[in-house]
């Protein structure tokens, strides 16, 4: 039985997907559910070159979307009877995850993806190197977004 789940979050539609499931197992278990979002800078050398206070600036902001967004995700799921908490951390996102679930006794880790076929192979995602290196149990919720077909009259050389 689980009952620390985390759930990492970027803030996506797709990445959230995976919470009225979640919250669902967490009911049933009695769990908490623990809210992740990893800030992550890819141009971390260009915020470099900037005066110190405009950094300072531009990480103080991050931080307060983080901490408005995540908020008001445990605030929804604490309305359905979960248990909710939140943190936002700095760095890459799967090395990240895996040290918080590792240093927080985290039961679970739980993540949407999209699967992505050739292009995550070659480059890994956040997910697969999760499922790879993570010490704990991962569920992985896979999003498959159908596409609704085209109406005739759309088709070139339909009447």
């Keep these: 039985m689980f009952k620390k789940i985390l759930v990492p979050l970027d803030g996506s539609e797709l990445a959230a997907k995976i919470l009225p499931d979640v919250a669902t197992m967490a009911k049933c278990m009695g769990a908490e559910i623990i809210l992740l979002h990893v800030c992550y800078f890819p141009l971390a050398a260009d915020m470099e070159s ?10 103080e902001i991050v931080a307060r979307e983080c901490a408005l967004f995540l908020g008001q995700v445990a605030k929804d799921l604490q309305v359905q009877g979960v248990k909710a908490t939140q ?15 590792h240093n927080n006794n985290i039961d679970l880790i739980a993540l949407a993806t999209h699967g992505k ?43």
Excluded: D
């Design 87 to 101: 943190q936002c951390v700095e760095g890459l996102p799967a090395r990240e995850i895996i040290a918080f679930a």
């Design 50 to 59: 900037l005066p110190p206070k405009m950094e300072k600036t531009a990480e």
């Design 117 to 159: 076929g050739e292009v995550a192979w070659i480059l890994g995602s956040t997910a697969e190197k999760v499922v790879a290196h993570a010490t704990v149990p991962t569920l992985l919720y896979r999003v498959v977004e159908a596409k609704v077909p085209e109406l005739k009259e759309k088709i070139v050389g339909m009447p």
